[in-house]
């Protein structure tokens, strides 16, 4: 039984990796490894919502980081159709059985953020009467575009702490990704900051965050800062070293400074602020 006023669709990142050659590009449903990883990021993201709001977070066929970031640059069309097999399905049997008219917030990470935008492009257009009662959209770790907001009229970015029916965006990195390739950053990324919700560049000291969620899942103070870098898109935190280890697992993609799998964690307790201080202005409305 939903206990709280508002519900969170949150779409898990890319947890499924191919280790053999032999291995599907797509991870069947019943993936047990898959699955465990997306509990795990269920924990560490969408836990951000926990106080506020009741959790959907379903499972889905997910696609390898290679195999997405192909379909991205070859045939981005193909998107549309791939998320009708299981987020729209699952989207229509929410809101049909589940949702009960309640306000919502769509929530997602790096892979389930390229899903977010997705479902808000293209579902929410076919039905605005569900996009009415969106409290926020959360497309975290993945780029929402100037050129995305221009084709989509009925989308808005957030442009401040309290806004509703918005877009929340960012991609997080080290001052050393400047120039560096990184996967989920694309040409004209619109990012939020997160400690002081603002578009600019005015830099916000990590005694402003509210807390970060560390890797023994504690809440500590003044440990990451932000600054929006508005020519790339992007949040960076300068007052953070990644270990050597998160940092090879990630150059590949993500360029050889970047926070992408701390996204959440870093601005843990802001973000939960957010949540509730959006959820406030909804229900004034």
Known sequence: EPQKNVDVIYIYPTVYGTTLETEDDIADIADTSMRVMALYSAANQASVFEESCNIYAPYYRQFTVESLLDIIDNSPESLYYIAAQDLYNMLDYYFE?????????????????????VILEDYMKEHPE?????????????????????????????????????????????????????????????????????????????????????????????????????????????SVKNSQEMQAALSKYFGPESFHLQDYNLYYASLQQNVADRIETFMEK
């Open 97 to 117: 059985n589940l949702n009960e008219e309640r306000p919502f917030i769509l929530a997602g990470h790096s892979q389930g953020s390229v899903w977010v935008t």
């Open 130 to 238: 569900y996009l009415d009662n969106m409290v926020a959209a959360y497309a975290i770790g993945y780029s929402v575009t100037e050129e995305y907001l221009e084709r989509n009229p009925h989308l808005k970015f957030a442009k401040g702490d309290r806004d509703t029916g918005v877009i929340i965006s960012y991609n997080t990195e080290g001052p050393g990704n400047k120039e560096a390739y990184n996967c989920v950053v694309k040409e004209g990324a619109v990012s939020i900051n997160p400690i002081n919700w603002k578009l600019d560049d005015t830099y916000a000291a990590k005694e402003e965050n509210l807390g970060t969620l560390n890797e023994k899942g504690e809440l500590v103070k003044h440990y990451a800062d932000a600054r929006l870098d508005v020519d790339r898109g992007v949040v960076v935190c300068s």
